[in-house]
């Protein structure tokens, strides 16, 4: 079984700067939205097509995200700005009648989550998305309309929920529940409530806390 971490927040709070300390020789990128990483990505190439070279696959189609998520060997896959993947879907069949469109985009972006907790062991799936407010103002995973919130509890599919805090110009990531959001993490893996906004720290708590050991590089 994979471990699949959700990372949410606002636009410009540093969710996909957070990529800037992984390791690119063990990590795919899956980005939804065409776009240049933001820092020096030395060692990050897009990948032209699906049998070409490289570690950056652009695409926003739900069924070939799953199926290069079941299917790619490496340690750690990033999905990026996987609020995309139901945005763009809904917009390209916005004139379809009806909420059959609805029940389809949900069941794809499903058969993602899903996919990310079914890999083999020692893999590692970090999903990150925006956030919208709810009727109660409680702070969530952005989606499409309330026919996909009434089907799926997307956090509810996670154990770890981080999100990002900018405060007094330092970027964070939140590890607890602030009374108001989704954010969740186990007890002792990580060990304060606000920590740097670095994915490559937060993977290798995730590994200490499961025990999971990284591979070895071949010699």
Request: charged residues 25%; neutral net charge; proline residues 3%.
């Amino acid at each position: 079984m994979s471990i699949a971490t959700l990372i949410l927040g606002e636009s410009g709070t540093g969710k996909s700067t957070s990529l800037r300390n992984l390791d690119p020789s063990k990590t795919l990128l899956i980005q939804a939205i065409r776009k240049p990483l933001p820092f020096k990505s030395t060692g990050w190439k897009v990948r032209p097509s699906l049998k070409a070279e490289g570690n950056v696959i652009q695409t926003d189609n739900p069924e070939l995200i799953e199926r290069v998520l079941r299917s790619s060997g490496d340690e750690i896959v990033v999905i990026d700005d996987f609020q995309y993947v139901m945005a763009n879907e809904y917009m390209r069949r916005s004139d379809e009648k009806g909420f059959d469109k609805f029940t389809d985009i949900g069941k794809h972006a499903w058969n993602i989550l899903r996919a990310a907790s079914d890999l083999a062991d020692r893999r590692r799936v970090y999903i990150l998305a925006h956030t919208q407010s709810d009727d109660t103002g409680r702070v969530k995973i952005k989606t499409i309309g309330k026919m996909l919130d009434e089907k799926i509890t997307v956090e509810g599919m996670f154990t770890i929920v981080l999100r990002t805090v900018v405060r007094d110009g330092s970027y964070l990531f939140a590890t607890q529940n602030n009374g108001s959001d989704t954010v969740k993490s186990p007890m002792d893996m990580f060990a304060d409530q606000l920590i740097g906004n670095d994915l490559a720290s937060v993977d290798e708590s995730i590994c200490s806390f499961y025990g999971i050991e990284p591979l070895k590089d071949a010699a």
